[in-house]
């Protein structure tokens, strides 16, 4: 690490389960210190500055570059310390300049971030997506120079209603699914990859359970759901959703 240092924060836990958590390495490999402040502690770690503006300035997006790792680091490091405790996880690129900063940021965000652990205490994060396979078109339907233009008129009309009755199809398996696993949930939000559920851990086999019988009773052959989860709850943190 060079000399033009500061620290990283990846998330801030309950100080009460300080004991209990082992921090794991993150960014560049660097192990992740536990920063008590009263009755919270952050996740952090120091870090190079310099590889941050470099990132920034290279703009390298590859799946090898320091970025895309860093953003693994972080992920990593949130997901290994939600398994040991409730986290109120951070976005990445939370920096400060020294470890004084760090506390200093606990003590003046202190009501906000003891409301953030509240509301994400003892839950995790299950996003759920409703997948439905288009209809396959009649290529003759796409095709104005068939023989037949009556022909033609009439695919390409059957085309279209088919995939109104797939919309349609999917909409209503949609009410039925999102709507019940909501009833397993504290709180849900809609998302481009599907509707995320804040589900407290008591009601995780509940959350599964309502799942599978959705599938089994809602859905057809060309439904399925995709279920991931439990994870650190990102999207239902205050500085994500206001």
Do not use: N
Not at 37 to 44: C, N, P
Not at 144 to 165: F, N
């Amino acid at each position: 690490m060079s000399g033009d240092s500061g620290w990283y924060v990846y998330a801030v836990i309950a100080g009460d389960d300080v004991p209990a958590v082992a921090a794991p390495s993150g960014i560049d490999g660097v192990p992740a210190q536990l920063l008590v402040s009263a009755d919270l502690a952050a996740v952090a770690a120091p870090v190079d500055l310099a590889a941050f503006r470099g990132a920034q300035a290279e703009a390298d997006m590859s799946a090898d570059g320091w970025l895309a790792r860093a953003v693994r680091g972080h992920h990593q490091v949130v997901e290994e310390v939600f398994a040991q405790a409730s986290v109120l996880p951070l976005r990445f690129g939370a920096l400060c300049a020294t470890r004084a900063d760090v506390l200093l940021v606990l003590e003046s965000l202190r009501p906000r971030l003891r409301a953030g652990l509240t509301r994400v205490a003892g839950a995790g994060e299950w996003t759920v997506r409703l997948v439905g396979a288009e209809p396959r078109g009649d290529p003759a339907a796409a095709d104005p120079s068939a023989p037949s233009g009556t022909a033609w008129m009439l695919r390409r009309r059957a085309s279209v209603r088919a995939r109104e009755v797939a919309r349609e199809r999917w909409a209503k398996a949609a009410t039925a699914v999102y709507g019940t696993l909501a009833r397993h949930a504290r709180e849900t939000c809609v998302a481009e990859a599907g509707v995320r559920y804040l589900v407290a851990r008591a009601d995780e086999t509940s959350f599964r359970e309502s799942a599978r019988e959705l599938r089994e009773s809602e859905l057809d052959s060309e439904l399925w759901l995709d279920v991931d989860g439990p994870r650190p709850a990102f999207h239902f943190t205050e500085e994500r959703t206001r």
